[in-house]
């Protein structure tokens, strides 16, 4: 399926991104309400219940079917961007479902239930493997950033940014650097394998920018990045 992807930065506002379906393709959108604008047949649109597993990972009950040729516009929140993804043949990646945004016809998905370590770090309990011949886009705060891997040096990433890796990486928790660092660092995947894995850049690391930045005391920062979690009790 070919799916044009146009986006437009439109300040504070976030992004709008326009679809232009054509003759023969069919684009499934997983938050139909964002769809602002349409131009085509009406019947080119036929929104449907999920299923319960899609349900129950989206916490949607609805998806939106659309059909070309026809194109239509889709509002993002601020801060957060589009990314599609063409798959390729033998892609092992595991993705997190909640940031999918759309899929085309030809699409399929497996699910994959995550090992209890997983679990309780990613407070998750499966991943999704898409494979088929098609796209998807996947909604994410900040921009996508593909990061390689390397078969015996590790790449630490940190875990609340991962939304896609190999499913035969081997991954373990870790921390890094010396003392003072790994003491004040989150939690990283530290990841070898082959392949890539797909992180949203912007989430945890520039919140705390953005709360650094904010008009306070020199002492009170200093206390903050010296005492032993102090980040959680200084506020």
Partial sequence: MDIRFETDTLQAL????????QEGETVH?????????????????ADRLMDVKGMYRKRKLIRADLKGPSEFIAAL??????????????SDLLYDYKHLFYYTDGVTMQSRILNVKNMLIT????????????????????????AGLHPAEPLYVQASSVIAYPE????????????????HMSYHWKITGEGSVLLQAG?????????NLQDESLFKRILREVIPFGGVFIK
């Fill in 123 to 146: 407070r998750d309990a499966v991943k999704m493997k898409f494979s088929g011949q098609g796209q998807i886009g996947l909604l994410t705060e900040g921009h996508v950033v593909e």
């Fill in 29 to 45: 959108v997983l938050h139909p309400g964002q769809i602002i604008a349409y131009r085509g047949p009406s019947a080119g649109r």
């Fill in 14 to 21: 976030g992004e709008a991104a326009t679809f232009r379906i």
């Fill in 168 to 183: 035969n990486a081997r991954m373990e928790l870790a921390v890094y650097g010396n003392h003072l660092a790994s003491q």
């Fill in 203 to 211: 989430r945890e690391s520039s919140r705390k920018l953005e709360d």
């Fill in 77 to 90: 929140p601020p801060g957060y961007s589009l990314k599609p993804l063409q798959l390729k043949a033998g």
